[in-house]
């Protein structure tokens, strides 16, 4: 078991651009949830997969965000056109099924010049 | 929706003194609670849950009290070491279906030697 991982770790980009950050579940985990955390706050989700199936999407999740799960295993979260708003930290969580504890990545920090 | 209150926001103790971090939630359907340590630069850690059939929860240094009544649940972490200082958070969802938690905006424990 090598946990939630998610790369990168930091994204820098300007104003406009679009970016694409990955996360790998804990092996044979079923449920994948995406969630955005910034200075201050816990984290609010944003969508969650059961295995390739994107089941529910928060209002926080813009036209501009997509995100996929094509093979029930990794996922990825993209968001076009960025704006400074959307600077914050991502974050991915999985889990065997909707019984079972949710367990987090460190993350991937956008920043927007 | 669900809401979840936590305090306080910071906590300063002295090493080898007791800490507790209180949160309320507004759905009586929810029925677990987790709590998760995050430390700077890393993505929320699990360290101790309660179901709602369950009063109270130890392990080891850590325990946490859940009243289904008033709404309330708290985190108990005893005999403090400068190594538990980190933003602490608690959370409430509902198992099954979409099974979403709703966070509580943290609490930084500073744990002074």
């Known amino acids: 078991d090598t946990g939630v991982s998610q790369n990168p770790r930091h994204k820098i980009t300007k104003r406009g651009q679009n970016v694409t950050f990955r996360c790998d579940p804990i092996?044979?985990?079923?449920?994948l949830y995406w969630y955005r955390q910034t200075l201050g706050q816990g984290p609010e989700f944003l969508t969650y997969?059961?295995?390739?199936?994107?089941?529910?999407k928060s209002r926080l999740l813009s036209d501009r965000f997509s995100a996929e799960r094509p093979k029930g295993s990794f996922s990825t979260l993209e968001i076009q056109r960025t704006e400074q708003g959307d600077s914050a930290m991502y974050l991915c969580?999985?889990?065997?099924?909707?019984?079972?504890?949710?367990?987090f990545g460190d993350g991937t920090r956008l920043s927007i010049l | 929706g669900e809401n979840v209150e936590q305090h306080p926001s910071t906590l300063s103790v002295q090493e080898g003194d007791s800490a507790v971090i209180k949160c309320t939630y507004s759905?009586?359907?929810?029925?677990?609670f987790p709590w998760y340590k995050q430390e700077l630069g890393k993505g929320p850690q699990l360290i101790i849950d309660?179901?709602?059939?369950?009063g109270e929860k130890k392990d080891q240094r850590i325990a946490v009290t859940l009243n289904k009544t008033a709404k309330h649940f708290s985190l108990h972490i005893t005999e403090t070491q400068p190594e538990d200082s980190a933003v602490y958070f608690c959370?409430?969802?509902?198992?099954?279906?979409?099974?979403?938690?709703?966070f509580g905006r943290g609490t930084s424990l500073i744990v002074h030697p």
């Open positions: 969580a999985s889990s065997p099924d909707s019984n079972q504890p949710q367990h």
């Open positions: 092996s044979e985990h079923n449920r």
């Open positions: 997969f059961q295995n390739e199936a994107q089941l529910e």
């Open positions: 759905d009586s359907a929810s029925n677990y």
């Open positions: 309660i179901r709602s059939n369950v």
């Open positions: 959370a409430a969802s509902i198992t099954g279906g979409s099974y979403i938690p709703t």
